[in-house]
């Protein structure tokens, strides 16, 4: 399913909706757990986002088969291409889905006894916000979509570091549901 078919079906039906945000809306609706309550948190959480940048990545993730939240710090460091400094605070959130962020592919981990092998250090945003920022894997906070069998994937090696939408594997179910009820 690409782009434009996952965006018009979250935006034109109920179903699909319900589908993507059933699970990251049943997961936060007690909160985020103790220590994170704060008024800080919240002022950082829903300070761009009115459903809140965790929720809003999560659903992002579920429906465009993943998304990041990038995690800005007032003084992280002037390189964003490396970890953010020890004790730095938090300064916004932003979240992005998969087409809107590339990994940098010469900064992937090249030593195959290290457990990050193959995973990119370093990731590149090309959507409409902040195009051309490049900043450390340690900056964002990845949601997946729905896990796939890359062994059997003949897009596995160009899109590796993305999973599929969770619609993919209800996608024929959910169109005979809605043309049931045009009926």
Request: aromatic residues 14%; charged residues 25%; hydrophobic residues 40%.
């Amino acid at each position: 399913l690409d782009r434009a078919t996952l965006a018009a079906a979250y935006r034109d039906n109920w179903l699909i909706r319900r589908i993507i945000n059933a699970v990251p809306e049943e997961a936060m609706r007690r909160g985020f757990g103790e220590g994170l309550e704060t008024p800080e948190f919240g002022r950082l959480n829903y300070e761009r986002f009115a459903e809140g940048a965790l929720l809003r990545a999560a659903c992002l993730g579920s429906l465009m088969g993943g998304a990041g939240v990038y995690v800005g710090y007032r003084d992280g460091g002037a390189d964003l291409t490396l970890p953010p400094a020890p004790g730095a605070e938090v300064s916004f959130l932003e979240v992005f889905h998969r087409y809107e962020l590339a990994a940098v592919e010469w900064s992937r981990v090249k030593d195959t006894s290290d457990p990050m092998y193959g995973r990119p250090m370093q990731w590149q945003v090309t959507g409409q916000n902040r195009t051309g920022l490049i900043f450390h894997e340690s900056r964002m906070i990845k949601f997946p979509g729905q896990p796939r069998a890359d062994d059997f994937e003949f897009t596995a090696a160009i899109d590796r570091d993305w999973w599929d939408s969770i619609l993919q594997s209800v996608w024929e179910d959910a169109q005979r549901y809605g043309v049931f009820w045009q009926a």
